[in-house]
């Protein structure tokens, strides 16, 4: 076994998640690809998860967002979306609940990767300020 267990696990995650990217392909698999990679870029510290049968799942001080992908849609949800400011608007799924919002992306959809990264960090902001 390799030295530090934790290591080989998280690299064994992010394999998993190049994996699910390059089996998914087409819109959806690069979809995917650049939402992890804006997580990445706006968070350094994230930690890549697979949650709920392979969901990647991005944490810091608690679960920031997950990036499902459906035939229509890769869906980013934030776990504490309903507590974010979201001045531009990127919100547009699971708007009624009370703690978790989403952003659809489609095929073809622009993302505003300075909006998207602000509100990654704003969502770090908050898990670091409840786990005070």
């Not at 650049?34 to 890549?48: F, G, N, T």
Request: contains cysteine; glycine residues 10%; charged residues 30%.
């Amino acid at each position: 076994m390799k030295s530090g267990a934790k290591e080989a696990k998280e690299g064994s995650v992010s394999e998993q998640i190049d994996a699910q990217i390059r089996d998914l392909g087409g819109w959806r698999g690069e979809t995917l690809a650049k939402v992890r990679a804006i997580v990445k870029q706006a968070d350094p510290d994230v930690v890549e998860e697979l949650k709920w049968g392979g969901v990647p799942t991005w944490s810091h001080d608690g679960i920031i967002c997950t990036g499902e992908t459906y035939k229509s849609a890769v869906k980013m949800t934030f776990a504490k979306g309903a507590s974010l400011d979201d001045p531009t608007g990127l919100f547009n799924s699971s708007l009624d609940g009370n703690t978790r919002r989403a952003i659809d992306i489609h095929e073809g959809d622009d993302i505003d990767e300075k909006a998207l990264k602000a509100l990654i960090r704003a969502a770090v902001a908050l898990n670091k300020s409840k786990k005070k």
